[in-house]
């Protein structure tokens, strides 16, 4: 049985190359701000700032890896974005969402520039 640690690991592996198949370059990985909390990737693309979330399940049924993203959690990205942001100078800057589902095999599903 893989831990469920490595099973976040894998999943972010999984992100970033989808997000770099999708022409996105990696700025960081797993970047904290104190006090707030950190965000799994970020990304950039063009001249914007992608901060994205990434969510995995494995064995679902009705239950999605999306429903771990919550009102609650979008908040403290928007915070980490907007000092993130703010401290490099972007000129725009989106959160977005890449679920991840381990079944037979690994499916994908992104949200790009979500609101909650």
């Known amino acids: 049985m893989v831990s469920t640690k490595k099973k976040g690991i894998f999943a ?36 914007t700032l992608n901060f994205v979330e990434v969510k995995s399940l494995s064995n679902y049924k009705d239950f999605k890896p999306e429903n771990h993203f919550n009102k609650k959690k979008y908040q403290k990205i928007m915070k980490i974005a907007s000092f993130y942001a703010n401290k490099n100078n972007a000129e725009s800057w989106i959160i977005s969402l890449i679920a991840i589902i381990f079944d037979n095999d690994v499916k994908i599903n992104y949200y790009e520039n979500i609101q909650i």
């Open 12 to 47: 972010e592996e999984i992100a970033v190359k989808f997000l770099k198949n999708q022409g996105y370059k990696i700025l960081e990985r797993n970047w904290k701000l104190r006090n707030i909390g950190e965000v799994d990737i970020v990304a950039k693309k063009k001249k």
